[in-house]
């Protein structure tokens, strides 16, 4: 099994991290005479440099395939599963499948289906936490809108948390979105929604524990 990649939206911040716990570690041990001290300061600074290469990693996974089929484009847990009325992108009543992304996660975000961009909006906003309710509505947000290759409209949403303060997404309007690439990356704890046609078989439940690229949330009818 191949190691786990670093995303390169991590990288520049691995390095100023790692660079950053090291100056304050030395100084520890250059100033402070304490030796039980100084190795907790050393032990911390080395947990919080392995925790920012763990929170940036890249695994390398079998996807999912299926022009029907809906795939989880991250890790998370399914906090919420209800009818919802959307103005954004469908004007309609739809299904929304919501998953919340701990800072134990993977952050990647997979593009759940394969089609055309045919809507892209970016929403500053507020940092409510990720499961807040209002969470879809009020944070900062990138929406993105696909007609997929068998017809079937859908639209995904990266939403910020109260730790994530930077979306970073690829997707923009008028291009193609094959299912399982990279579509962008939320840094820290996050949200992901899913919005799709009524008609949907949903795969999943509210309290599942979903992987990116593994798990089939649903399944659009012919």
């Not at 639209?155 to 910020?160: G, L, P, T």
Request: charged fraction near 25%; proline fraction near 4%.
């Amino acid at each position: 099994m191949r190691k786990p990649r670093i995303h390169q939206e991590g990288r520049r911040i691995i390095i100023v991290n790692s660079l950053l716990w090291l100056v304050v570690a030395a100084l520890f041990f250059i100033f402070c005479s304490n030796l039980t001290v100084n190795i907790i300061v050393a032990v911390f600074c080395l947990g919080i440099a392995l925790f920012m290469l763990r929170f940036f990693r890249v695994p390398e996974r079998e996807a999912l395939e299926g022009d029907n089929l809906v795939i989880a484009p991250g890790d998370g847990r399914v906090v919420d599963i209800r009818e919802v009325v959307e103005d954004e992108f469908f004007h309609s009543k739809c299904i929304r499948i919501s998953i919340f992304l701990s800072v134990f996660d993977v952050h990647v975000t997979w593009a759940p289906v394969s089609g055309k961009v045919t809507y892209y909006n970016y929403h500053p906003g507020k940092y409510l936490i990720a499961f807040h309710p209002k969470a879809s509505e009020l944070n900062e947000r990138t929406s993105i809108g696909i007609m997929t290759d068998s017809g079937h409209p859908m639209m995904f949403r990266q939403i910020a948390g109260i730790l994530a303060r930077r979306i970073v997404c690829y997707a923009r309007e008028g291009e193609r979105l094959e299912q399982a690439s990279q579509a962008g990356f939320i840094k820290f704890g996050s949200r992901i929604d899913l919005f799709l046609p009524l008609d949907t078989e949903i795969l999943v439940k509210k309290g599942d524990d979903v992987t990116g690229l593994e798990t089939a949330l649903a399944h659009f009818k012919h």
